[in-house]
C-alpha cells in the first residue's frame, strides 16, 4: 500500500509564499498523473493542480497563475509552489492520484494564510 506524506504548510500572510512537498513509499509519480487537493472548513475537498506521469501540468482557475506543480521522479516526491496566497487558500492540502482508485488519504498539510 502506497503511503502519501504531505509537509511544508504553515502560516503565512497574504501575498507570501510556501512550498509543499508530498512524499510516496514507491515510484508512482512516474506511472500515475497525480494532483493536489486541498479542503477548506466546512467545503468539499477539491482539486487545485495536478500532474501527469509525462509532466503534463494542469491548474484550477482559482490558483492559475499563483501556483506550480512539479515533481522529482528520482525522489519520489512532488511539490506545490504556491505563491500571492490568499485568504481563501486556507485549507488542509493533500495529494493523491486524479485517476481510477485513490490511495488512502495522508494526514495533509494545514495552509493558513492570515495577518
Known amino acids: 500500500q502506497v503511503q502519501l506524506v504531505e509537509s511544508g504548510g504553515g502560516l503565512v500572510q497574504p501575498g507570501g509564499s510556501l512550498r509543499l512537498s508530498c512524499a510516496a513509499s514507491?515510484?508512482?509519480?512516474?506511472?500515475?498523473?497525480m494532483g493536489w487537493y486541498r479542503q477548506a472548513p466546512g467545503k468539499q475537498r477539491e482539486l487545485v493542480a495536478d500532474?501527469?506521469?509525462?509532466?503534463?501540468?494542469n491548474y484550477a482557475d482559482s490558483v492559475k497563475g499563483r501556483f506550480t506543480i512539479s515533481k522529482d521522479n528520482a525522489k519520489n516526491t512532488m511539490y506545490l509552489q504556491m505563491n500571492s496566497l490568499k485568504p481563501e487558500d486556507t485549507a488542509v492540502y493533500y495529494c493523491?492520484?486524479?485517476?481510477?482508485?485513490?490511495?488512502?488519504w495522508g494526514q495533509g498539510t494545514q495552509v493558513t494564510v492570515s495577518t
Open positions: 493523491n492520484k486524479v485517476q481510477g482508485i485513490l490511495f488512502r
Open positions: 514507491g515510484s508512482i509519480f512516474s506511472i500515475d498523473a
Open positions: 500532474i501527469t506521469s509525462g509532466g503534463i501540468t
